[in-house]
C-alpha cells in the first residue's frame, strides 16, 4: 500500500516518513514536488500516486506573516486539504489532517474538549478552521488530529530557539500567562502510524472524527522555557541563563501581529479512548529532542 504524505521538510512530515513507512511505501512530497496552492497539481499528483491512504501535515504555519498573507494561507490550510479529501474520498480511502488549538479563542477556564465551539482569532486559526470543515465535508473516512505547541529535532522551533539564546543572552524574559501542552513532532508521527493501521484494519467510520492529540500535562511558555534549560544543563549544556532566572511576563508585554490562544489545554480523553494509546508528558519530549539536538 501507498501513502501519499504532504509537508515532507516539516517538522512532523519529516518524524512521518519515519513512522508511516512500517504501512507500506510512502510517497513524500513538498512544494518542490507539488505547489498545493494549485489544486490542478493536486488533482493529478493523487491520480498518479494512487494512494491507500493521505496524510497531510502541510500547513501555512506562519502565524503572523498570515495576518498579511490570507489568500495564500487560505489556499495551502483551506482550500488543499478540500481537494486532497475530495480525492479521498473518490479513490474511498482514509485521509488523516492536522489542525490547532488557534481554532478556539483561548477563553475557556477549563480544557477544550473536541465538541467544544471553535472561535478563533486570526487568520491562522480561521483558515485551519475551515480546512477541518472542508475535511469533514469531503471525506468520511477522515481523521483530523488537532494538536499545539509542535517541536522537534527537524526545523525551526520553539525548543531550539530557547537553547541558542540561553547560550547567547545573560537575560531571557518569557511569557508566562499563555497555557498549553508543548508536543514532540516524534510523538505525533509515532501516534500517527498507530491511527492508521487501526484506521486501515477497522471499519474506518466507526473511529472517524475529531481528535485531540498533545503532550500529556500542562504549562506556560515561561514553564516550557525553563524546563528546556534546565535538562540542557543537565545534559551538559553550558548556558548564560539558568533555569532559575527566566523571568515571567504577561502576553501584552510581548504584542504581536496574531493574538495568541491564552488557554490552549486540549483534552486527549477521547482519543486515548478511541484508538488505545497512552500519551506521555510533554517534558519526555523536550528530554528527547535536546538528547539529538545537542548530540
Not at 8 to 23: D, F, I, T
Not at 243 to 261: D, H, K, S, V
Request: glycine share 6%; net charge negative.
Amino acid at each position: 500500500m501507498k501513502t501519499l504524505l504532504t509537508g515532507k521538510n516539516g517538522q512532523v512530515g519529516y518524524e512521518l516518513q519515519r513512522s508511516l513507512a512500517s504501512l507500506g511505501e510512502v510517497v513524500a512530497i513538498d512544494v518542490e514536488d507539488c505547489d498545493l496552492t494549485n489544486s490542478e497539481q493536486i488533482v493529478d499528483l493523487v491520480e498518479r500516486v494512487k494512494p491507500g491512504l493521505i496524510v497531510n501535515p502541510a500547513a501555512y504555519t506562519a502565524v503572523d506573516m498570515a495576518e498579511s498573507e490570507p489568500e495564500i494561507a487560505y489556499a495551502i490550510n483551506a482550500t488543499a486539504p478540500k481537494v486532497l479529501a475530495a480525492q479521498a474520498n473518490l479513490l474511498h480511502i482514509p485521509m488523516i489532517h492536522y489542525s490547532t488549538d488557534y481554532v478556539f479563542d483561548g477563553t475557556k477556564s477549563g480544557v477544550y474538549v473536541e465538541e467544544d465551539d471553535p472561535n478563533p482569532q486570526s487568520v491562522y486559526g480561521k483558515t485551519k478552521w475551515q480546512g477541518e470543515k472542508n475535511v469533514r465535508a469531503m471525506c468520511p473516512q477522515h481523521v483530523i488530529l488537532r494538536t499545539s505547541w509542535v517541536f522537534g529535532a527537524h526545523g525551526g522551533n520553539f525548543l531550539k530557539t530557547i537553547l541558542k539564546l540561553a547560550q547567547e543572552r545573560d537575560e531571557l524574559k518569557i511569557i508566562s500567562d499563555q497555557f498549553g501542552a508543548p508536543t514532540s513532532a516524534r510523538l505525533l508521527a509515532d501516534f500517527t502510524a498507530e491511527i492508521a493501521k487501526q484506521m486501515l484494519c477497522d471499519d474506518t467510520t466507526q473511529k472517524a472524527g475529531t481528535y485531540h492529540l498533545v503532550g500529556a500535562g500542562e504549562t506556560t511558555w515561561h514553564g516550557y522555557a525553563t524546563k528546556v534549560v534546565e535538562l540542557a544543563n543537565q545534559l551538559g549544556v553550558k548556558t548564560k541563563v539558568n533555569a532559575a532566572n527566566i523571568q515571567p511576563i504577561p502576553t501584552e508585554a510581548y504584542p504581536l501581529p496574531a493574538p495568541r490562544p491564552k488557554n490552549s489545554k486540549l483534552s486527549t480523553a477521547k482519543i486515548r479512548t478511541t484508538f488505545g494509546i497512552d500519551i506521555p508528558d510533554w517534558s519526555v519530549g523536550v528530554e528527547q529532542v535536546l538528547k539529538q539536538v545537542i548530540a
